[in-house]
């Protein structure tokens, strides 16, 4: 990945986890906990396609498995959100612009239960039985109910903002593997200096015809 979507992908899931542990795991809301880092992965993934979405995913999972409280086994939701944001990607709207939002917002809630189901089959491999004694109904309802509330005030600015990435003028030409900017700068700087090379010179060979036709007319003096 290009370093602009490495810069926005992990200063989004840094603020979206400790938001996440401070503040939406600490409202003690019945049933699962708004998840804002699977949120995340989905406005990346939205933009960024299949393969970037699995990257954002499995960065994301990790640090979701190793920041305190975590007390499940390290890799755990690294590879619940590895696959969801491969999905993701692969639902990635044209040009990553959204002409609707149902798709998204269907989107969400697979996202939801997928990531519920997969966290706790993976748990149960590892001997982990909490969603046992919470039951699986309720995490599912609750996870996609929670996520469903949250998703039109994050998806959408999370993806303006890979928007503007991607957009952004320092950007490498794909095509050309070039720096647009440098090339458009350099382009126009030459064609600048080219015109007031053309000028100074015109500026100089006026001066001196003049000088000559001065000269001429004090000799015809």
Same mark, same amino acid.
């Given at each position: 990945? +290009?370093?602009? +979507?490495?810069?926005?992908?992990?200063?989004?899931?840094?603020? !979206?986890?400790?938001?996440?542990?401070?503040?939406?795991?600490?409202?003690?809301?019945?049933?699962?906990?708004?998840? /804002?880092?699977?949120?995340?992965?989905?406005?990346?993934?939205?933009?960024?396609?299949?393969?970037?979405?699995?990257?954002?995913?499995?960065?994301?999972?990790?640090?979701?498995?190793?920041?305190?409280?975590?007390?499940?086994?390290?890799?755990?939701?690294?590879?619940?959100?590895?696959?969801?944001?491969?999905?993701?990607?692969?639902?990635?709207?044209?040009?990553?612009?959204?002409?609707?939002?149902?798709?998204?917002?269907?989107?969400?809630?697979?996202?939801?239960?997928?990531?519920?189901? /997969?966290?706790?089959?993976?748990?149960?491999?590892?001997?982990?039985?909490?969603?046992?004694?919470?039951?699986?109904?309720?995490?599912?309802?609750? !996870?996609?109910?929670?996520?469903?509330?949250? !998703?039109?005030?994050?998806?959408?600015?999370?993806?303006?903002?890979?928007?503007?990435?991607?957009?952004?003028?320092?950007?490498?030409?794909?095509?050309?593997?070039?720096?647009?900017?440098?090339?458009?700068?350099?382009?126009?700087?030459?064609?600048?200096?080219?015109?007031?090379?053309?000028?100074?010179?015109?500026?100089?060979?006026?001066?001196? !015809?003049?000088?000559?036709?001065?000269?001429?007319?004090?000799?015809?003096?």
């Amino acid at each position: 990945m +290009r370093f602009n +979507r490495v810069l926005l992908s992990g200063t989004l899931l840094v603020v !979206a986890l400790v938001l996440q542990v401070s503040v939406l795991a600490r409202l003690q809301l019945p049933g699962a906990v708004p998840d /804002l880092m699977l949120l995340v992965v989905l406005g990346l993934a939205f933009v960024y396609g299949h393969v970037a979405g699995a990257l954002i995913g499995f960065a994301a999972g990790l640090l979701a498995d190793f920041a305190p409280p975590a007390d499940h086994a390290a890799g755990r939701y690294a590879l619940v959100l590895c696959v969801i944001g491969y999905l993701a990607g692969l639902a990635k709207p044209e040009k990553g612009r959204l002409k609707s939002a149902t798709g998204p917002m269907a989107m969400v809630v697979v996202a939801a239960v997928l990531s519920t189901l /997969l966290y706790a089959g993976v748990g149960a491999l590892v001997g982990d039985t909490a969603a046992r004694h919470v039951g699986l109904i309720p995490l599912l309802a609750t !996870a996609v109910l929670y996520d469903l509330l949250l !998703a039109p005030f994050t998806v959408p600015g999370i993806m303006w903002l890979a928007r503007r990435a991607e957009n952004d003028p320092l950007a490498d030409d794909p095509g050309t593997g070039t720096d647009v900017a440098s090339g458009w700068l350099a382009s126009g700087t030459g064609l600048r200096i080219g015109e007031q090379r053309s000028g100074l010179r015109l500026k100089a060979a006026r001066n001196r !015809a003049a000088r000559a036709g001065r000269i001429k007319g004090v000799k015809r003096l």
